[in-house]
């Protein structure tokens, strides 16, 4: 029977071959190609962020801007209000109503908009009509730190993730890539960590027991075998760290699942 993987072009193929070889040998990786425009691409350092904002709208072109929080959205809309009080300046991320999303992705204004979008613009919606990006080059990933919390940090995307944000630009037409960033190119990784490898998984381990499985048998002392079962391998320490706290609030044992709690 043959199977056929569809991935989005961020992902790493070369894992994906890898962890399907023993399964079958020479896996082909077939690139559909897209229709895209040329996309100038432009380096400023970080402080002209602003600078470049304002000379693209000048060109009265639409532009999508790339942020890492709620809060700096709100914070660059607030200081754009103030250089351009006569463009329409809209924020994009998650927590928006979703005719607010429609509105964007429909461009029901009259004229070019300015919008500051966390990377839910990278990864979730494609918006066809932006003439500039404009990316601080940073985003907000998820991370358990040394103590077993969960904290959301910012971190320098990758190079992946750099390419993906300037083909925003070139969906229609051409297009520009401003980067407002000190950092090289370069020195950026390929690929950014996997959830599986930073967080905690204490969803996963829950589903495992429900389905049956020792988790001290089958996962914990089972990392010899994790490459038949994971693509990437999660976190040896993270991953005691969610069974220990399952194991405390009663949750491992299916005996204690029914119990009523005051």
Not at 184 to 190: G, I, M, S
Not at 242 to 258: G, R, V
Request: hydrophobic fraction near 40%; include cysteine; aromatic fraction near 10%.
């Amino acid at each position: 029977t043959m199977k056929l993987i569809l991935t989005s072009a961020t992902l790493d193929e070369q894992i994906l071959q890898d962890f399907f070889s023993p399964i079958s040998k020479n896996i082909p990786v077939l690139e559909i190609p897209w229709r895209t425009f040329p996309v100038e691409k432009i380096f400023e350092k970080e402080k002209k962020f602003f600078m470049s904002i304002w000379e693209q709208a000048e060109k009265w072109k639409n532009i999508l801007i790339f942020v890492e929080w709620k809060r700096e959205i709100e914070e660059t809309i607030l200081v754009l209000n103030r250089m351009l009080p006569s463009n329409i300046i809209v924020p994009l991320h998650a927590e928006i109503p979703i005719e607010d999303q429609k509105a964007i992705l429909n461009k029901k204004y009259k004229q070019p908009v300015i919008i500051v979008s966390t990377n839910i613009a990278e990864e979730s919606l494609t918006i066809d009509y932006i003439d500039t990006v404009v990316d601080r080059w940073n985003h907000k990933v998820s991370y358990c730190n040394h103590n077993g919390i969960e904290e959301l940090i910012t971190e320098p995307i990758s190079k992946a993730n750099a390419k993906q944000r300037a083909w925003r630009a070139g969906r229609t037409h051409e297009g520009i890539y401003i980067r407002t960033n000190n950092e090289n190119f370069e020195n950026l990784p390929e690929y950014w960590s996997t959830q599986i490898e930073r967080t905690l998984l204490e969803r996963e381990i829950l589903i495992w027991v429900a389905k049956g499985f020792d988790i001290k048998k089958q996962v914990l002392n089972a990392k010899k075998r994790w490459k038949q079962v994971f693509i990437h391998e999660p976190n040896i320490r993270l991953l005691h760290i969610a069974y220990e706290n399952l194991k405390m609030l009663w949750a491992i044992e299916k005996k204690n699942w029914n119990k009523k709690w005051i």
